[in-house]
């Protein structure tokens, strides 16, 4: 099965994320370095970043991935390219510094223009944001999207794009939503449907570049371009896909992260009904 966690709050500094995920029992976990609404927020001392790293060495969690901030826009061309662009490189400097392999990154958004010169102005942001940590090993997850509005990373297809102009670096991947793929009209709902979407997964990319799943039910329906997450089973998906995916041996080490809402039974409820349908309860 997948590693399984969930996206835990920072509150009261790195390490109490850490602290969080373990009282969960996670296997892996996600986090702001930051405020996601922020350009840039205070950095860790190197204490902190030190009792970060020891708490991950004292807990049961394997892998760590970081999401970057909703602010940022690498299909902009306008000021909010630049801003972005470091943003991005800060991120990825502090998860070398902290031990964190992968950031999780929403595509952008074309504002109303051209959506292949988006996604042109994506993948060279993206180059140049790798060509300046060129000995920061973290991979940056391109997440696939809802579809609202101009937001990019709606179909495979347009993803795909940005690895080809990249010429496939190794450095980038694929974070793979089942809320925002179901919201975006691929019908997950079914064994069959969840098959079908790893296999164009594993054509487009190959299975190794996916480095994330991130799970939660939709409330919306299928195709309408909504980005609602509710409960796994208490939504539109239903419960299938979540257990195909918790069973599946192929993602043995892949995390698996929780975007749930954190009111009603919340993410200790969501865990062990995801460790019950993979038999591990």
Known sequence: MPLLGAHVSAAGGLRAAVERASVLGCEAMQ?????????QGKSPSPAGIDAFRRAILGSGVKKVTAHASYLINLAADDYVRKHSIDAVIREIELCYQLGVDSVVLHPGSSKGGSRSEALSNLACALEEIIDRTIDKNVVILLETMAGQGDILGSSIGELESVFEAMSWNKRLGVCADLCHIFGAGTDIRSEDGYLRFVSSLERHFGLERVGCWH???NKGALGSNIDRHEHI????IGIIPFGMLVSDERFADTPAILETPKEGVGDAGNLALL???AGAE
């Open 31 to 39: 986090l702001f370095t930051h405020n996601p609404l922020q350009w």
């Open 215 to 217: 799970l939660s039910d």
């Open 233 to 236: 089973g208490q939504g539109s």
């Open 275 to 277: 460790r019950k349908l």
